[in-house]
T-cell receptor
Framework: NAGVTQTPKFQVLKTGQSMTLQCAQD?????MYWYRQDPGMGLRLIYY???????DKGEVPNGYNVSRLNKREFSLRLESAAPSQTSVYFC???????????????FGSGTRLTVV | GQQVMQIPQYQHVQEGEDFTTYCNSS?????IQWYKQRPGGHPVFLIQ?????EVKKQKRLTFQFGEAKKNSSLHITATQTTDVGTYFC??????????FGIGTKLQVIP
C-alpha cells in the first residue's frame, strides 16, 4: 500500500529556477493538500483541492501554483524559486473535506527543498 | 480567522513520566485531529475526536475533546523513548479550513 507518494525527496534549486513537486495517492481520496513546514512555524497550508476539478488557496499561496491533474494526482509548481521557499513540503490527502467535518490526513514522506 | 494554540512548544521528560499537550481554539470546532511526527519523518494521523466531551484511548495515549469543543488534550502515561517526536493537533471549524497547531516537541530522556 503506497498511500501518498511524493517526488522528489530532495531538491536544490538556484534562485529563479522553476520546478514541479509531484504527488499521487492511491486511496481513492477526494481531497488533496500541499503544506510547507518550517522550524517554529508548524504546518502551513499552501493550496488544497477539496475535490477533483477544484483548487483553492490556503494560508501561504504566493509564489506557488497547483494542478489537480486527476483524482489521484496533485502537483505544486514553483515558477521562480526564492530562498524564502526553502522548506520541507508535504502533500496530503483525505477522504473528503465537507462543510461540517473533515477526515484524517495521510501525508507523503515530504520533499526537502533548498533554494540557494 | 480560526486560530489553534498549542502548548507547550517543547517538553523534556524522564522516561516513565507522564506528558500532556494542550490545544485551544479561538472558535468552536467541528472536530479535532491529532498527529505524530517522528524526527525526520512525516505527520502520521493518530485519532479524530468529534463529540463534545469525547475521550478516546490508544494504549498509553488518552485524547480528550472539551465540552465546548474549543480545546483538546493528549496525555501519554509512562512515556517511552519510542514516544519521541512532535505532536500536532488540527482543528476543523468548517468552511474547508483545517488549522494545525504549532506542535509540541517531546524529548524523552532514558
Amino acid at each position: 500500500n503506497a498511500g501518498v507518494t511524493q517526488t522528489p525527496k530532495f531538491q536544490v534549486l538556484k534562485t529563479g529556477q522553476s520546478m514541479t513537486l509531484q504527488c499521487a495517492q492511491d486511496m481513492n481520496h477526494n481531497s488533496m493538500y500541499w503544506y510547507r513546514q518550517d522550524p517554529g512555524m508548524g504546518l502551513r497550508l499552501i493550496y488544497y483541492s477539496a475535490s477533483e476539478g477544484t483548487t483553492d488557496k490556503g494560508e501561504v499561496p504566493n509564489g506557488y501554483n497547483v494542478s489537480r491533474l486527476n483524482k489521484r494526482e496533485f502537483s505544486l509548481r514553483l515558477e521562480s524559486a526564492a530562498p524564502s521557499q526553502t522548506s520541507v513540503y508535504f502533500c496530503a490527502s483525505s477522504r473528503s473535506l465537507l462543510q461540517t467535518r473533515s477526515y484524517g490526513y495521510t501525508f507523503g514522506s515530504g520533499t526537502r527543498l533548498t533554494v540557494v | 480567522g480560526q486560530q489553534v494554540m498549542q502548548i507547550p512548544q517543547y517538553q523534556h521528560v524522564q522516561e516513565g513520566e507522564d506528558f500532556t499537550t494542550y490545544c485551544n481554539s479561538s472558535t468552536t470546532l467541528s472536530n479535532i485531529q491529532w498527529y505524530k511526527q517522528r524526527p525526520g519523518g512525516h505527520p502520521v494521523f493518530l485519532i479524530q475526536l468529534v463529540k463534545s466531551g469525547e475521550v478516546k484511548k490508544q494504549k498509553r495515549l488518552t485524547f480528550q475533546f472539551g465540552e465546548a469543543k474549543k480545546n483538546s488534550s493528549l496525555h501519554i502515561t509512562a512515556t517511552q523513548t519510542t514516544d519521541v517526536g512532535t505532536y500536532f493537533c488540527a482543528g476543523y471549524g468548517g468552511y474547508q479550513k483545517v488549522t494545525f497547531g504549532i506542535g509540541t516537541k517531546l524529548q524523552v530522556i532514558p
